[in-house]
């Protein structure tokens, strides 16, 4: 089975830096996504990790070990358009495409 | 805007009632998705079309639920007698044969389905 873990929620002050984890098991890997979805809205591409390391864009970065079935999101100089829910994704191979498992979210809460 | 687009972005129906949702992927995506998101959760994988083959379902998809993609181009979501618990929001997505960031999926606004 699949299974993929994630804080529900984190607050964290505004200007400062997050880490947002995630711990999965899935039978079969091919990479694993971060998105990030305002309340009532589509969730958006943040990053996508198939190799252990970190990636790094702008105030994001993801990292991943695919031995430890670890990673986490990374978000620095916090901005009060950062509050919303963070969805990891764990990719596999199935029916000739790659289908998307989800976590259920962290909704981080940006204060003053 | 190229972007997958769904329609409608919301539906308030009766308990019972059949409601009919579509969805318009990127125009060059051959692969579409469907997923139910409820309040607090992460999206579940409904369907998936490669083309206009529905090459799978999950379990979360019960005989009530059916889906077609006719032409491989849109795709509609339709579900019969419609229970309470059927209130979610649905999502689409699509996504290319091939991609730089080798299958990343592009989500559509999503509808929002209240059931009374």
């Known amino acids: 089975g699949q299974n993929i873990d994630q804080p529900t929620e984190m607050t964290a002050t505004e200007g400062a830096i997050v880490q947002i984890n995630c711990t999965y098991q899935?039978?079969?890997?091919?990479?694993l996504f971060w998105y990030q979805q305002h309340a009532g809205e589509a969730p958006t591409f943040l990053s996508y990790?198939?190799?252990?390391g970190l990636e790094e864009k702008g105030r994001f970065s993801s990292f991943l070990s695919r031995s430890k079935g670890y990673s986490y999101l990374l978000l620095k100089e916090l901005q009060m358009k950062d509050s919303a829910s963070y969805l990891c994704a764990v990719s596999r191979p199935r029916a000739g495409s790659y289908q998307l498992t989800f976590g259920k979210g962290t909704k981080l809460s940006v204060i003053p | 805007d190229t972007g997958v687009s769904q329609d409608p972005r919301h539906k308030i129906t009766k308990r019972g009632q059949n409601v009919t949702f579509r969805c318009d992927p990127i125009?060059?995506?051959?692969?579409l998705y469907w997923y139910r998101q409820t309040l607090g959760q992460g999206p579940e994988f409904l369907t998936y079309?490669?083309?206009?083959?529905?090459?799978?379902k999950s379990r979360l998809l019960s005989d009530r639920f059916s889906a077609e993609r006719p032409k491989g181009s849109f795709s509609t979501l339709e579900i019969q007698r419609t229970e309470q618990g059927d209130s979610a929001m649905y999502l689409c997505a699509s996504s290319p044969r091939t991609s730089g960031r080798a299958n990343e999926q592009f989500f559509g606004p999503g509808t929002r389905l209240t059931v009374l």
């Open positions: 899935t039978s079969g890997f091919n990479g």
């Open positions: 125009s060059e995506h051959n692969r």
């Open positions: 079309f490669q083309n206009e083959a529905q090459l799978e």
């Open positions: 990790n198939v190799l252990d």
